[in-house]
């Protein structure tokens, strides 16, 4: 008893042994695959609506079943997917308990809301990809070859181009969050974020052109085209953190 009230004060002072940090990160991944497996079996209940929601943008095309055990694979890949995404709160949360005794009182001050915006631009990145690439990419390879061929597609390949697309899009959102970070830390200046904004402009064309699974232009520009809005937004969140870091300063003086 003596023994983990000792531990527990040791952690909450961020002074922990090496072993200690081994237990508590064990622990910690413990938790986060505990949630993911869970997430993932519930999501095995309601797959067919979900499947079907995820079709809807391929609403003019025929997606056929080419192999047996392919809707099987399809649904195992979707609940895969939909387990993780629920589960993500929630292992943002382990992460902020296992890093949190560590940390200064500045860096925990940039935890929460840094936490909370990549949670955030997660999901609105998922929903951007759904709602207006997704339409887009596959609207594009309809027309382009209408009059030649009838849109007879795979449902694995359209699932993997689509959860493919879709998870590449909410990883790019994270730019803001990470651009943040490092101006709330001193490493990066929003002076210098914004003299540099050709090279942005050009390097987010060339990460589109990667991460898009479709490569067809009008997806990669709109991919583009929100990297650097985003951008920008990460400088705009970067300059608020330097104003009210100086407004501190100077009223402590």
Known sequence: ????????????????????????????????????????????????????FLEMPANNIRL?????????????????????????????????????????NKEKSLVLPAVFGSALLFFLGLIFSWWILVPAAINFFIKFGADIVEPLWSIERYFDFVLLLMSSTAIAFQLPVLQFILGSLGIVTTEKMVSNWKIVVISSAILSAIITPST????????????????????????LSETFKSKTLSSSH
């Open 216 to 239: 067809d232009p009008l997806t990669m520009s709109l991919l583009s085209l929100s990297i650097v809005f985003l951008f920008f937004v990460g400088a705009g969140l970067t300059l």
């Open 64 to 104: 056929l079943q080419l192999s047996p055990g392919e809707f099987l694979f399809v649904a195992i890949k979707v609940a895969g997917y939909c387990g993780l995404i629920v589960s993500l709160p929630y292992i943002f949360y382990q992460i902020v308990l296992f890093i949190s005794p560590g940390l200064t």
């Open 1 to 52: 008893m003596t023994n983990t009230s000792e531990k527990k004060e040791l952690k909450e002072n961020g002074m922990m042994s090496f072993s200690d940090h081994l237990e508590e990160l064990r622990h910690r991944i413990l938790n986060s695959i505990y949630c993911v497996v869970i997430c993932i079996t519930f999501s095995f209940f309601p797959i067919k609506p979900i499947i079907s």
